[in-house]
């Protein structure tokens, strides 16, 4: 569909305040005691498109901890490391079960299904930790969020981080299980360290979307021309948030939305109209997946009225 810039604002600014109205808003995750705090009435929907045009509404510049949203950015660097040799060590098949699931592990002998369960995600953030320290390894993924969101005021948010060290021990079995079959290189709680801090990275709908933009356009950032990635591996990526990236709620997500997406238990959602868009949404209540329950709402509302599901208008 065509649009005017004005088109998109107001679609995107009527589809925040219907949100912000509605009572069944799911539940705030409360297995981080940190992510329990935050109030269940926001809401944030941010597009930006090819062009540069701009679609803001409700609490799109509040930050929000991106939880597993961060996983997208991690495998967009292990990647950039070791290339198709990552997926030696984990697969990209939906798993169909919840995100901290630990069964099919012991079936796949520690080979996690994809790179955006809990056991994938630790699998690749050992691959970013190899050769460097904890430390260096953050910094590298922080550094990334700046050049792709072009804002260096993103940050950790260190009370998240501790929260989830504290709590994170189903994390903590994951990771030593994969340690059992030499999954993991690195030692177990170094691993955990800079994957409980990854995911503590706070940013707003807007930050999102902006570090987004390459998905949408090819490996390219629009603004500047630059090539993040080939357009091969954004391709790629997004075919893996499109089958994995909500989880066992995948297939309800393609199925309602029709676009490649990543959520995080902070009730974020990264979604992605190839050629056309980077959108982020939030609200913090959850479904029973673990994924934002308004936030999947507000997307389908997005992709009907603009008509952008890869699956025809
Ligand atoms: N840090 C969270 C965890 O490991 C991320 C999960 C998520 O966002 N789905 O449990």
């Not at 069944?24 to 009435?41: F, K, W």
């Not at 409980?196 to 987004?212: K, P, Y």
Request: with cysteine; proline share 4%; hydrophobic share 40%.
């Amino acid at each position: 569909m065509n649009y005017s810039a004005s088109d998109l604002d107001r679609i995107v600014k009527d589809i925040a305040e219907e949100m912000k109205e509605r009572t069944d808003r799911g539940e705030v995750a409360s297995y981080i005691p940190e992510l329990a705090r935050v109030h269940n009435s926001a809401f944030g929907l941010y597009v930006i498109d090819e062009a540069g045009n701009v679609g803001a509404g409700g609490d799109f510049d509040t930050p929000f901890s991106i939880q597993s949203i961060s996983k997208v950015f991690t495998l967009t660097l292990a990647l950039g490391k070791v290339g198709d040799h990552l997926w030696r060590r984990v697969g990209r098949e939906p798993s169909g079960s919840p995100f901290n699931s630990i069964v099919q592990l012991e079936r796949e002998r520690g080979i996690p299904r994809n790179p955006f369960i809990n056991a994938g995600a630790i699998a690749v953030t050992d691959v970013i930790l190899s050769g460097h320290q904890p430390r260096e390894a953050l910094g590298e993924i922080l550094r990334f969020m700046h050049f792709l969101a072009d804002d260096e005021s993103i940050k950790i948010d260190e009370n998240v981080a501790s929260s989830e060290q504290q709590t994170g021990f189903r994390n903590a079995a994951l990771a030593n299980y994969m340690k059992s079959f030499g999954v993991i290189d690195n030692p177990v709680n170094l691993v955990l360290g800079v994957y409980f801090h990854q995911c503590a990275i706070a940013m707003s709908c807007r930050q999102l979307a902006m570090a987004g933009r390459f998905l949408a356009h090819h490996g390219v950032n629009p603004s500047t021309g630059m090539h993040v990635v080939p357009a091969e591996r954004a391709r790629r990526i997004n075919a893996v948030m499109l089958t994995c990236g909500h989880y066992d709620g995948s297939g309800e997500f393609a199925f309602r939305v029709g676009l490649p997406g990543k959520s995080g238990v902070g009730g974020g959602v990264l979604a992605i109209a190839p050629g056309k868009a980077s959108i982020a949404a939030w609200s913090p209540g959850l479904d029973a997946a673990g994924n934002s329950h308004l936030g999947r709402v507000a997307l389908e509302k997005l992709s009907k009225r603009l008509g952008w599901s890869i699956f025809g208008g």
